[in-house]
């Protein structure tokens, strides 16, 4: 799936939007790119993560023993990669603070593991999975993502294989760009919400 095929199925279900958006990260965007709405068609999700499946595949063959996503954004994509890729798959929930495995869920033997994330802006939520499945005895070989809205400058200590890359800018609110600074800002994300 090419970067242009990966945008079409945001675009395509209105997941790609433009306005002032305050990410999870606290950091201000005139970008956001909704996948929770690209979750709403099984189809289109599915799509989705069978490119991602195989990319992972392609770059790490037969190595992967678990595919682990933190909650709650990462979960369907993870989920849908897993089956693809036909493994188990585990996912990650706050504990006071950080991540951890619950529900029963182990790594067995040191598993070589994939860490799926929808989105990756700042890498925060991917550092932290990656910190748990060490926590747990595993071994975690990459982080695939459907995009990188980073431009492949996050570093979340292991290789990113994003379906996308795109360079979006993100600014501090003191730090705004004048086409932002007169729009009012919406928080589409979950981090931080009661």
Known sequence: M????????FTACGALMNGHFILS?????????????VSMYP???????AALALKAHEELG???????????????????????????FMYTERVNGQFELRRGFQIEGNGRVLIVEDII???LSARECVEAVKRH??????????????????NVGLPILPLA??????????????????????????????
């Open 2 to 9: 090419t970067k242009d095929q990966v945008l079409e199925e």
């Open 25 to 37: 990260s606290g950091l201000r965007s005139d970008t956001y790119l909704n996948k929770s709405i």
């Open 43 to 49: 189809d289109r999700t599915a799509r989705l993560c």
């Open 62 to 88: 037969d190595a992967i023993d678990y595919v682990i996503s933190p909650a709650m954004g990462g979960i369907i994509y993870g989920y849908e990669t897993a089956r693809s890729l036909e493994l188990p």
């Open 121 to 123: 802006s700042t890498g």
């Open 137 to 154: 005895g595993g071994t975690p070989l990459a982080v695939a993502c459907l995009i990188d809205r980073s431009g492949g400058k996050a």
């Open 165 to 194: 890359e795109l360079d979006v800018p993100a600014y501090r609110s003191d730090q705004l760009p004048d086409h932002l600074k007169n729009v009012p800002p919406v928080k589409p994300g979950s981090r931080g919400l009661s």
